[in-house]
């Protein structure tokens, strides 16, 4: 039997939902499947995102490896993907994006509202720090960083320097890893937005045309809604030149045959926020008719926050 080697970071999280999606992958395409965990310096490094930049460090080790031939197809974070076009390679997939909330973690189910006075909340998303400090001026972000499981323990450090009153963490990343039970609220959307592509995954393969068996694997898990919905979000960051890490939230849905798209880009302290929204209708529903519908409604979000003075609010572009 074929084989198909797909490549992944090495975190619980890339592993899991590599898994998953690899597992989708190999029967369709009548492969076996071989996962090649890949080292990133996203993951080696102790710094915290912002410092390293988040542009890039996670794809960048998984590219080199796609172009070199050590894999067949990488499996990506939508939402750590860089939105420039990486020379030589191309997104052979994109499948059912999972649940594209924020999820705020605490003990005992309190929500976000309920936590007292000066709570500590931990994250490195400057775009949740900055929808912290909106929400919940009092508040405290603290910079954590390293993989879900450590995160969540912090909810119960023995030290009391340690400890968090809450963390913020994607639901999807949860529910790959089967934590969803930590979640004891799961924000809404309209008032809370997320990362551009955040609970999507990419697979990522050489712009040469793949095997019969990985070309019919990347054809079975494409979902054709999730590729226009990350097409507006993401079109909303390159369209500000915005990186992957910047203070701004994008989602993209389909309702009443409208494709919307809201987006809100913050101050750093979140204490302003610029929202646009915008509605396309797209000819119909198959993929080239989305995708252009989702077009369309990207570049008028876009002009809509440059128009309100978006360039001038936050550090958009990334690399410190
Ligand atoms: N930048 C970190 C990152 N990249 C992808 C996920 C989770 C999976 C997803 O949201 O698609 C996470 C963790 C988090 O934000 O909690």
Redesign the pocket.
């Known amino acids: 039997m074929a084989v198909i080697r797909v490549g992944t970071r090495g975190s619980a999280?890339a592993l899991a939902q590599t898994r998953q999606i690899a597992e989708r992958l190999g029967k369709a395409a009548g492969a076996d499947i071989e996962v090649v965990p890949v080292t990133t310096h996203g993951d080696t490094s102790r710094a915290s995102l912002s410092q390293i930049g988040g542009t890039g460090v996670f794809a960048t080790a998984l590219r080199e490896s796609l172009l070199a031939g050590d894999c067949d197809v990488v499996v990506h974070?939508l939402?750590?993907l860089p939105t420039g076009d990486a020379e030589g390679l191309r997104i052979g997939a994109i499948p059912k994006r999972a649940d594209a909330r924020d999820a705020v973690c605490t003990l005992g189910g309190r929500t976000l509202a309920e936590l007292p006075e000066g709570a500590r909340v931990g994250t490195g998303s400057p775009r949740r720090i900055a929808q912290l400090g909106a929400l919940r001026p009092d508040i405290r972000a603290i910079d954590i960083r390293g993989n879900v499981d450590s995160r969540l323990a912090r909810l119960s450090a023995e030290d009391e320097s340690e400890r968090l009153d809450a963390v913020i963490?994607?639901a999807?990343?949860l529910g790959r890893l089967g934590r969803a039970d930590a979640a004891s609220e799961l924000l809404p959307l309209e008032d809370w937005p997320t990362a551009a592509g955040?609970?999507?995954l990419a697979l990522e393969v050489r712009d040469e045309r793949g095997s019969r068996e990985l070309e019919r694997g990347l054809a079975a898990v494409e979902h054709a809604t999730t590729r226009a919905f990350t097409i507006a979000e993401r079109g909303v960051l390159a369209g500000l030149e915005a990186g992957c890490a910047a203070p701004v939230g994008a989602t993209a849905f389909l309702a009443d045959e409208l494709l919307f798209l809201t987006a809100s880009v913050y101050s750093a302290d979140g204490t302003t926020a610029l929202t646009s929204s915008h509605a396309a209708t797209p000819e119909s529903r198959a993929a080239a008719d989305l995708a252009d519908a989702a077009r369309d409604v990207a570049s008028r979000v876009v002009a809509e926050l440059l128009g309100n003075g978006a360039a001038d609010l936050a550090p958009l572009e990334e690399s410190p």
Request: proline share 0%.
């Open positions: 999280l974070s939402k750590d963490l994607s999807a990343g955040q609970g999507a």
